[in-house]
């Protein structure tokens, strides 16, 4: 018997995987609707404990509210009136919409059933690739896009990695998010301690779109109170914010840190580049505050429309650009 496995299960009316490692006493679910991961499991000493705060039936898979474990292609985040303007194009991702129905926001793959292309389990790990074509030619979005999101679990964690490749004949601007909500006890996140290894915030007006230019990025050392460098407890904090300029370990990869001090628990969500984003869940549908997301991005929410993040995101025809992070649940 493998130490680990990987199997087509459903939720309902929905179509999921499940991934384990049994020896590690970790399971994976991910549904194949928006390719959202739903569970990350583990073991506790006879008792599981679930540290995503995913989907919970086949009705919130459906509706995707609150974008939990949303897969964001080809933006994260909002764009400002849902308009930008690329190559000289202006283009609008609402033609006809008004006032305050005009809101584009995390993406146009939320809603798509994603292909299932490979599934296989061995004794170093189970892994995952979904599949989609759904980014095609749209109003406002004259570009074609072919996604694939590889889940693996494997003894270090789960690594989720996105490959985005321009099928058209055009260049495209295209970047790649992730929208996880991560829960590691029973009460709010105000007694938990987060750790964000960045030097700088992105500042952002009531809309929530940065500010224009240099004054969207502001030092840490002039933001105190959401100065997270250092392990500090969330406390009271509303925040939903980007953070830029992130410091790597020694090994290249970025961490933030999050941890329970009354529970014990922690994990660790790291990527390779780009930034972060932190939300404190007070605006959602269901259990307010009872979870955090903390979101790799690539580039920064509108950054459709930011002269600085051109080159960033613009993917040539044919090319293709991958993004790669993950999480860690930390054991003491």
């Keep these: 018997m493998t130490r680990f496995h990987a199997a087509e299960a459903m939720l309902g009316t929905q179509p999921v995987v499940e991934l384990e490692d049994a020896a590690g006493g970790r399971?994976?679910?991910?549904?194949?609707?928006?390719?959202?991961?739903?569970?990350?499991?583990?073991?506790?000493?006879?008792?599981?404990?679930?540290?995503?705060?995913?989907?919970?039936?086949?009705?919130?898979?459906?509706?995707?509210?609150?974008?939990?474990?949303?897969?964001?292609?080809?933006?994260?985040?909002?764009i400002a009136d849902a308009r930008y303007s690329f190559d000289g194009q202006v283009q609008d991702l609402q033609p006809g919409v008004v006032g305050d129905a005009r809101a584009s926001r995390h993406g146009f793959v939320r809603g798509t059933r994603f292909e299932l292309a490979a599934l296989a389990a061995d004794e170093r790990q189970a892994q995952v690739t979904l599949t989609t074509t759904a980014i095609r030619p749209r109003s406002g979005y004259p570009h074609a896009i072919d996604l694939a999101v590889t889940y693996t679990l494997d003894a270090a964690g789960l690594t989720l990695e996105a490959v985005m490749r321009n099928v058209g004949d055009s260049e495209a601007p295209c970047f790649f998010g992730w929208h996880p909500y991560f829960r590691l006890a029973d009460e709010t996140v105000d007694g938990?301690?987060?750790?964000?290894?960045?030097?700088?915030?992105?500042?952002?007006?009531?809309?929530?779109?940065?500010?224009?230019?240099?004054?969207?990025?502001?030092?840490?050392?002039?933001?105190?109170?959401?100065?997270?460098?250092?392990?500090?407890?969330i406390g009271d904090r509303i925040i939903d914010?980007?953070?830029?300029?992130?410091?790597?370990?020694?090994?290249?990869?970025?961490?933030?840190?999050?941890?329970?001090?009354?529970?014990?628990?922690?994990?660790?969500?790291?990527?390779?580049?780009?930034?972060?984003?932190?939300?404190?869940?007070?605006?959602?549908?269901?259990?307010?505050?009872?979870a955090i997301a903390l979101e790799p991005m690539e580039a920064m929410a509108n950054a459709f429309n930011r002269p600085e993040c051109a080159d960033a995101i613009r993917l040539l025809p044919g090319a293709e650009r991958r993004y790669r992070c993950g999480v860690e649940i930390v054991t003491a």
Excluded: C
């Design 27 to 78: 399971r994976v679910r991910i549904a194949r609707g928006g390719a959202a991961l739903l569970n990350f499991e583990a073991n506790e000493g006879g008792a599981w404990h679930d540290y995503a705060d995913g989907y919970r039936s086949d009705a919130e898979i459906a509706a995707h509210s609150g974008s939990r474990f949303a897969i964001m292609v080809p933006f994260a985040g909002r």
């Design 192 to 233: 938990w301690e987060l750790a964000i290894p960045a030097e700088t915030l992105v500042r952002t007006g009531a809309d929530m779109i940065a500010l224009p230019g240099e004054a969207a990025y502001v030092a840490l050392d002039d933001a105190p109170a959401l100065d997270f460098r250092e392990p500090r407890v």
């Design 241 to 290: 914010q980007g953070y830029t300029d992130l410091q790597a370990d020694a090994d290249g990869r970025i961490r933030t840190h999050l941890r329970d001090p009354a529970s014990g628990r922690a994990l660790v969500v790291w990527q390779e580049s780009g930034l972060m984003h932190a939300f404190t869940s007070d605006t959602i549908s269901r259990d307010v505050r009872r």
